[in-house]
């Protein structure tokens, strides 16, 4: 009799591959378990912004889209923390860093836009004009989430708040951070030379915090806070970093005391955001001002006018697919 084989060849073959493909995700489950387990009690300390967003009525209309979501995240810097320990209570008097980081549909690249805290701008609610950062002491970060999502034509997806001193942190933690410095000054008890330079800790916080060495005040401020942020990105992204588990989650240990986010910047959204920019170069992070027409008065207060021609550049080059040929403006 003549037994044939070939159905049980097929059947184990089969079996096999569903073996080795069971063993793949189990490894991938428990490796993403320990990782949690691993930063677990530092996301503990990550305070939660519990109302970030305004009405949905008020926000900009979302139309459906093919594949990946352009994801924009509003950032702020707070150069203080509440006498009752919270990074939220008080904002509107401490955040003095706005930026807007978007990311585009194809992942290829990231945008950094600095908002300069003093621009001139309408404020949903407000008759006339008023500095954007008012919006926080007058509204909150709904109020604030909804003058950003005004001025980019595009909705805000997650929102973080940092205090300045996570800066020091950070910094530390990577070992330094090198960067570019245009203008050399001086600081509290430190000088900074022009040219390539590397600062850690309270030398850092201190470098950030510069603006009444310079003569246009806060607009050198961000563009140096924008020269920090993008050396952190560099020497966060060498594969020393990205390749080390460990290394990433001692460094998230080290600012999370010194965050708050939204709840919609979870660990599977962040996961998912690594992995689809895990190529991403740094040279492909581009960083830049909000378009300005320079200073000028309002009454007693000193405030910075909104270049409204360029703005209407950058929505529509934030609603594109890709930004890879993007190129911002000149600063001022």
């Known amino acids: 009799m003549t037994i044939d ?16 493909v069971g063993v793949i995700v189990l490894a991938l489950l428990a490796a993403i378990g320990w990782y949690f387990l691993r930063i677990n009690p530092s996301l503990q300390q990550v305070e939660t912004i519990e109302t970030a967003f305004p009405e949905e009525s008020l926000r900009p209309t979302v139309e459906p889209v093919e594949g990946d ?3 924009n995240v509003l950032l702020l810097g707070s150069d203080s923390r509440a006498t009752d320990g919270s990074l939220l209570t008080g904002l509107g008097d401490r955040a003095d860093t706005i930026l807007v980081a978007h990311i585009p549909p194809d992942r290829e690249t990231v945008q950094i836009m600095s908002i300069m805290r ?4 309408e404020i949903p609610g407000y008759p006339g004009e008023r500095k954007v950062n008012a919006a926080l002491a007058l509204g909150g970060v709904p109020l604030m989430v909804q003058t950003v999502e005004g001025i980019i034509d595009q909705r805000i997806d997650h929102v973080a708040v940092i205090d300045f001193e996570g800066f020091t ?3 530390t933690a990577l070992g ?9 000054f001086s600081q509290d008890a430190y000088s900074f030379p022009a040219g390539e330079i590397t600062v850690a800790g309270d030398e850092a916080l201190a470098y950030v915090r510069a603006r009444y060495p310079f003569n246009d005040g806060d607009y050198q401020r961000a563009h140096n806070q924008r020269a920090l942020l993008r050396g952190a990105i560099e020497q966060l992204m060498t594969r020393e970093n990205l390749t080390s ?7 998230f240990a080290t600012v999370s005391p010194y965050m708050a986010v939204t709840d919609t910047l979870s ?7 690594a992995t689809q920019m895990a190529q991403l170069d740094s040279s492909r992070v581009q960083t830049f001002t909000m378009p300005t027409l320079g200073t000028g008065m309002e009454g007693s207060q000193s405030v910075v006018y909104v270049n409204w021609d360029g703005v209407e550049q950058i929505r529509e080059a934030f609603d594109a697919e890709s930004m890879t040929s993007f190129q911002p403006a000149p600063e001022r």
């Open 5 to 20: 084989t070939e159905p049980r060849k097929r059947h184990t073959g089969r079996w096999i591959a569903v073996g080795i």
């Open 69 to 71: 979501a352009p994801v």
């Open 118 to 121: 003093d621009s001139w701008v």
């Open 169 to 171: 942190g950070l910094t």
């Open 176 to 184: 330094g951070v090198t960067l570019q410095n245009d203008i050399a």
């Open 245 to 251: 588990p460990d290394r990433l989650a001692d460094i």
């Open 267 to 273: 660990l599977p959204v962040g996961i998912q955001l």
